[in-house]
């Protein structure tokens, strides 16, 4: 594994637990932890449980004892470290997002493709997706319960930005994190959304804001929460705290997506909501072992939203664990990934989301940002179709879109 | 009185009720009713308790016996009643939206204008304003109780458009209802989010959308949810039944927006929420009596949403009706409509929302469907300001405006 | 009408109302109001809409042109005016309590029956039941959607006598008020779950509690939720704050009550949940528009409390009033009360609930303190009846009761 | 550890991970894993990760390279093992219930406390205290955040025997189990509601209930929630499957208690909700990463209960898990459990809940199984203590009671 921060802490318990609620086909052993300061990596070595510890992450790649590379370091070193390690038959687990640009995700997609042919497997970790309320949200919208789908929303709401006085951090320097909320939280919804309607963005028009453009330096206690140091000057914070946007999926469906790190009061509210002709699913990960179901074709006067614990044996992911009602947290969300990843490894299939996927979303970033750039005008995800016309007024669109829509149902 | 549906019985009941249960300068007494067809409309006089009744609203402003005219017939006509009843010298209550055009709107606004100095006093049917929680809200946002304004969130989501079959009705046709979902629901959250925040809306990029585009011909049975008339040809639809938009605010807060009759399963879902620097409000009419407040100047460990009944005396107009506890209902933003507008005739004041308060309103609307209909580019609200560049990047455009609002907090 | 304070005010509401927005075969008419104050009767006579007034109750009973007489004074004075309308053939509405006594309830039972062969109807003012989750939730229990009731939980929960300083008032003196918590807000949910459950109390076993003995006396302001004269000797409170028991229903089944007015934060939490073999049914009055369905047959994996906005028009009186969504009040339950016996009186029917069930609820009352006077004993509700032996082991009680009930199904 | 069912799985699990996310003195080593199945205790082993086996659990009370026993057994087995662990000098986490009989209670409790003057530690499993939210809430009730304490509720609402033919299980054997409801599901709100109290009950009156009393024998397929086989016999479930009982603490508060397995649709709500003078708290553990806070000293107009996510770096554990806003599960409570033991024992200090307390709780049991044996007559907990006056009239009772408490405030 490479890195041994916050993600490093939430991976290597996924690590040492996956197997232990699990039926895998393998047993993980949790060999070299990787990193660049000496001293922290070896406490953090000995607290995630790593047999040894390397400054060169160089040293995983060349191990042959070593099977699967789990890259949890910032996105600007994913490229080099991932390429290298699928170059070497590594199997690769790359922490989103899968890249800071297009360019690089697109060869490292290229590359996974590539490996997949010769067994080597990749994922990238989209984690989210194994909530067991979302995994099910998935089947049931593949299993038709909310019809054909109407509307898309998604939000991730979070207020760690909103005091104007919380100190300057890399993760508000555009050189060093690449994106602010738009590609820290925004990815997140932006994957789930296609994943759990089954279809792609094509279009988007959105803007990106920095709310505080400026903010005190870090002073000593340097937490989320806390104030920076106000004595000194204040420094330019350089990504998004706000990100709001528009997409039009490739069926013509409409989508509205928000990232924010503004919203007071929210604390890590990733919601998804999918409105169809039938039903509706709505999700909020403050919420995670719930899912929201509305059945439009129930009896007439017992129609609303259902609360479902997402802990019966039926849900994905849950029989693994405790008694319905008794509650799973967030770290179960690794736990299940590489279980899955563990089980694609020792089965020899492809685990998703794939590179590909991951792709995908980064294309949809890049557009989100050029599009903000460009006064909000619509632009497509897919550089290599031909121009979209999703700015085109709604009655055309629609009556070219919807009916043949209809046709089919 | 002119116009007897839906909102006549809601008006009718507001008028009858109002000094019953407020303290009232003057006693309304329900003089005429006006409609169309002379059988529905001695029925309806009955039912709503009025004196007499005429197919001829002109009668109503001819009559010397008659101080308030109250407008609740569509749109389209809104602007000649209402203009013949100020130049006559009634009081005029005109339901929202003001006019069908942003040019007859302004007309209205100016012609109020002009009458109030003569002590004449006209109001907009923007009634979820006097919702209790609502009216709350302004309150503790004008007090501080969020700090700065950091983002807007409004949305409108019904779902009776939702299946494909429901049937064609006149509200969908552009024609006589002059929009969709954006003039008829959207207008609500447009004026809630700018009289909560105090703030106008400067510029907007935006999409409306007609997802189902052809609808079968209402049958026989004609009300909402049923199916229409199937074997015959479908219709088509021609205003929005979606409408997704982003707003600045004038000091240049972010404002998201939706107005929706997709939203499987919201049956009637206005909420807004105000995030701000050190609070949040948020609400959802189909909980009407609640009001969600975030403190973040609480203690530490004890900070969240607080979900505050407001029935409490302490809350706008709650101590005229039960104990603490005891809910009200939809019709009660009307009785308290009704209860100002008395009171403003009877005191001599001005009562809002006013007419150019309206306006306002309409001009967003109107800035909406200009931008959606040019590919969602950001266009200003009010023609007579200086060109907006609201769509400059974003960097640039939030150095220029937070730093100085910072200077002012 | 007699009395004219906070019930009066609903009442009369509904009696002006109902005809409004109900198709009724008759056309209620505010003739007299009566009361014991001359000042304020008068005020409020006109502020109800009353077109005379008395001070002796008499007159009512006397005058030829009234049909209705409705009591809304306190419970001591309901079986006088109530004997005397029924004996002069009026139609009698008598608020909850029947009366302060078991005997006296007894009498008005049989004398309302008795004037029901004369065509004179009566009805006793619990109205929750026209709330219409409630009437809904009785509905889906009778059509067998929980199947067989396994379990009543009912709570009536209230905080404003938490504080030890609110002031005395006459409703915490015995000798006016007849009783605390128990049978000022204990009654309804008692009513309430025997009506939904369609099954009678049979035995008890409770403890009423007196949680703050002593009060300030009432200042000048005097209200709820201020403090009493906190400089002068503090009063007896002589009635329970608290009443917590037990009940076996004739099915066997048991049943938890709880009617507080120490719950600190619940304003008018009147609570119902029957649970049953195969589906439940939850309601909270702090939202009232509201009712919890869970449905044990759904499919494996969807089943969950399904949150139903009780403003369709499937919902019982739902479809007199707005369109989806918009919520109703607490009034409208008188409303809906007026209506249906208006209703029963033009069709010469019995309304419910009889004085016969009212008289129920009152055995269930005496009973309750009764076995909080006897160390918790428990008592048979109907002293009619043979010796109750539900106090036995559970095990032979319920060998003898659950598989009867079980071969019936 | 002994023992390697449900428990088993949840426990290791902690003991593999607590060091991984907090600071302790020591680290736990997984050694031994005691059962009576070979094959099934040998798979167990490998799943936990233990190093070895023994059908004996005398084992590893004489293996000197142990120094914690872990017993995970039903509660009969629970004396034995403990009192020779003890003896042996060894510390001890004994699951609840503390033991099958009051007796067996008393005498582990005492050989506990003589243990620990020889520095050797015992704890109860009543794992639920470690959830952060309910250890913040005894923190709260203990700073006076709810005032002079009014009332206590309790619930622990399970659904898993409505099904009449929910197959019979070892757990509905009283032979086996000891007792249903009451024991199993009821002990932990008697213990909870104690310890956030920081008040011990001291008399009780309840009612134990078999809603179900006979169910058909398991078939192959034997899970929660499935058929049992229905073509054969019936058997005698000879526990409970309801319990409610009130409870007087020894300050004269009251508290209401329901454990049981019929409430169709709740799959674990346990509930705790106490209510003061000045505030109150509520929690559920269906949402248990949530607190509900009510401050009645908060400005007039803004009280409501408060819902509190408990992931801030100022709740009890958070602190060593994930960012605000992203929750925990149930086995985090007994990661922290195994926590605070290791740091007990590092430390030399005595862990809570001690044998003693767990006693305390037995002791409660016994009481309401008496009292329900006794026609719900109230009964002190204590043996030794003079007779209880419980059950005397409320007026009497109150008065001696609460005027003491307020001369206090």
Sequence with gaps: MVGYGF?????????????????????????????RTESALVAAAERYGFEQTTTRWQDLVEDPEIDVIDICTP?????????????????VLCEKPLANSVEESAKMAAAATEASRRGIRSIC???????????YARQLVAEGAVGEIRQVRAQYLQDWLSDADAPMTWRLDKDK???????????????LAQWISGQDIATV????????????????MQGLGGKGDLSGERQQVTVDDVALFTARFDSGVLGSFEATRMAQGRKNAMRVEINGSTGSIAFDFERMNELEIYDATADAGRQGFTR?????PEHPYAAAWWPTGHGLGYEHTFTHEIADLVRAIGEGTDPSPSFEEALQVQRVLAAVEASSAD?????GVDP??????????????????????????
Tied chains: 1, 2, 3, 4.
């Design 7 to 35: 993600m490093g802490a939430a991976h290597s318990h996924a690590w040492r637990t996956a197997h232990r609620f699990f039926d895998l086909p393998l047993t993980p052993v949790l060999r070299t932890l990787s990193g």
């Design 75 to 91: 996105g600007d070193t994913h490229f080099e470290i991932a390429m290298a390690a699928l170059a070497a038959g590594k199997h």
């Design 125 to 135: 970790g989209f984690s989210y997706r194994r909530t067991p309320a979302l995994a």
């Design 177 to 191: 994190a690449g994106s602010g909320a738009l590609g820290d939280i925004g990815a997140h919804i932006i994957d």
């Design 205 to 220: 028009s959105g803007i990106l804001e920095t709310v505080v453009p400026t903010r005190p330096a870090a002073g000593d």
């Design 308 to 312: 479902v614990l997402t802990t019966e």
């Design 375 to 379: 006064g909000s005008r619509w632009l």
């Design 384 to 409: 290599s179709a031909p121009e979209t016309t999703a700015q085109t007024s709604q009655t055309s669109q629609t009556s070219q879109t919807t009916p043949s829509q209809e046709r089919t149902r």
